[in-house]
């Protein structure tokens, strides 16, 4: 059972962008994404490991910080803002939701730390990145899905509406890749991390023989979600962290000074540049159709109406109910097309709109102590703790300008992982994060 448990761990960190699923319920005559009731193969994975963490008393470990209990509030909020939704079921599945994924934080902070060898999961995360990436080089050079229903992948091509794209100078439409995810912005988000995750192995990998060629692959499938804010992000995190590795004395020591490490820092330097510029040259048109952004482009006035909207329930203590806020949008402004009644692309707002202004505050209470508490004990001394946390404020940051960490499994599932690793490196800062932690039967 031991080496069953494993594998689940393992595989979930490959699984996490598979939409499989089953949907059990929706309200109304036609399907609305946020207003159903869906069964993920994942959900199951998760399920299955939480049994095998009640069972296990040999590893399981009482990590509970106080910045813990505002979560637990927070989940009490959640909890009684079902009481203004206007589906019962919706308002209690997705309070499940939330109680999944925050039962999948502690999970990993005070068992899955201590039961696994986490560099193998970071092995598998970036195997997974490679995996969605071929997939989503296969999708942009088709300009359509490749059949992988088995997966979950969407089903797009160019002659449909409502699909992730954008049209270049020449007037040509492109779609962006998806992966298996439901959004490419979802697939950024994943890839995001698989790509910081091979900079930490980079980094703290003692192997010689490490699978650099996977890298430009994740990277050019990465680009070609032509998610911006996502690939934005990637950028200030790269700067940033050479920046800090150049000019702060301990880290240039332990990294430049190195010969090992600096060769393999200038490897994945120059993989970088070279990726990064042939991606430019064959696809100048596409990026510098993104880079275009202006205040009429339909993106971004959907974004501004759906805050401004958000804002309109004025102060209340529990929301207008879990899950219901496009239900009150279609209340609000009942002529609009389907695909605008959407949940606010901010994940802050849709908190303070949906479960109220005491949940927004121990959702807000929550963060800010995790961070502090980083901040705080580990000073950021390590660069592994410096990444961990550049990452989980990264992850933060998308939650401004989108809903899919809160509302979307694949998302849910970056969002708390994030978390549950930074809180994992602030319970267990010592050796969960190297090559050498051991792995428990």
């Given at each position: 059972m031991s080496r069953f448990e494993q594998f689940l761990f393992y595989f979930l960190f490959f699984a996490i962008p598979f939409q499989t699923r089953k949907i059990l319920y929706y309200s109304g005559w036609y399907f609305n994404e946020w207003q159903s009731v869906s069964i993920y193969a994942t959900d199951l994975i998760l399920l299955a490991l939480f049994v095998f963490w009640a069972v296990d008393n040999r590893h399981r470990k009482s990590v509970i910080h106080r910045y813990d209990y505002f979560l637990l509030g927070f989940l009490v909020a959640a909890a009684?803002?079902?009481?203004?939704?206007?589906?019962?079921?919706?308002?209690?599945?997705?309070?499940?939701?939330?109680?999944?994924?925050?039962?999948?934080?502690?999970?990993?902070?005070?068992y899955a730390i201590f039961k696994f060898n986490f560099v193998k999961a970071l092995h598998i995360l970036i195997l997974g990145g490679l995996f969605q990436s071929v997939i989503?080089?296969?999708?942009?050079?088709?300009?359509g899905s490749l059949g992988l229903t088995s997966f979950g992948e969407s089903t797009f091509g160019p002659d449909m509406t409502g699909i992730a794209s954008f049209f270049v100078d020449s007037g040509e439409k492109v779609i962006r890749a998806y992966g298996t995810t439901p959004h490419p912005n979802v697939l950024a988000a994943y890839l995001f991390i698989s790509i910081f995750v091979f900079y930490f192995l980079v980094l703290y990998s003692s192997k010689r023989s490490f699978i650099y060629w996977a890298y430009p692959i994740i990277l050019v499938g990465f680009f070609f979600t032509f998610s911006r804010t996502i690939i934005f992000l990637w950028v200030v995190g790269v700067s940033s962290g050479m920046a800090i590795g150049?000019?702060?004395?301990?880290?240039?020591?332990?990294?430049?000074?190195?010969?090992?490490?600096?060769?393999?820092?200038?490897?994945?330097?120059?993989?970088?540049i070279i990726t990064c510029m042939v991606f430019a040259f064959l696809y100048r048109p596409e990026i510098e159709s993104r880079l275009t952004l202006s205040a009429k482009e339909e993106a971004v006035q959907l974004r501004i109406f759906y805050n401004e909207e958000s804002l309109k329930g004025g102060v209340n203590l529990f929301g207008i109910g879990l899950g219901d806020f496009t239900v009150w949008l279609m209340e609000q402004n009942p002529n609009l097309p389907a695909y605008m009644y959407q949940p606010v692309h901010n994940i802050y707002l849709l908190i303070y709109s949906e479960i109220g202004v005491?949940?927004?505050?121990?959702?807000?209470?929550?963060?800010?102590?995790?961070?502090?508490?980083?901040?705080?004990?580990?000073?950021?001394?390590?660069?592994?703790?410096?990444?961990?946390?550049?990452?989980?404020?990264?992850?933060?940051?998308?939650?401004?300008?989108?809903?899919?960490?809160?509302?979307?499994?694949q998302g849910r599932f970056v969002f708390w992982l994030s978390l549950a690793l930074l809180a994992a490196a602030v319970s267990s800062p010592t050796n969960h994060f190297s090559e050498n932690s051991p792995e428990q039967s």
């Open positions: 009684i803002s079902i009481k203004n939704s206007s589906d019962i079921y919706v308002g209690a599945f997705l309070w499940l939701k939330l109680a999944e994924f925050s039962l999948l934080y502690f999970y990993i902070k005070t989503a080089i296969g999708q942009f050079l088709k300009q150049y000019f702060n004395g301990p880290f240039k020591r332990r990294f430049l000074d190195n010969e090992f490490l600096k060769a393999k820092i200038i490897k994945t330097v120059w993989l970088t005491i949940g927004f505050g121990l959702f807000l209470l929550f963060l800010t102590g995790l961070l502090y508490e980083i901040i705080k004990k580990l000073k950021l001394r390590k660069l592994k703790c410096y990444s961990f946390f550049l990452v989980t404020l990264s992850i933060l940051f998308m939650g401004f300008f989108d809903h899919f960490l809160l509302t979307i499994q």
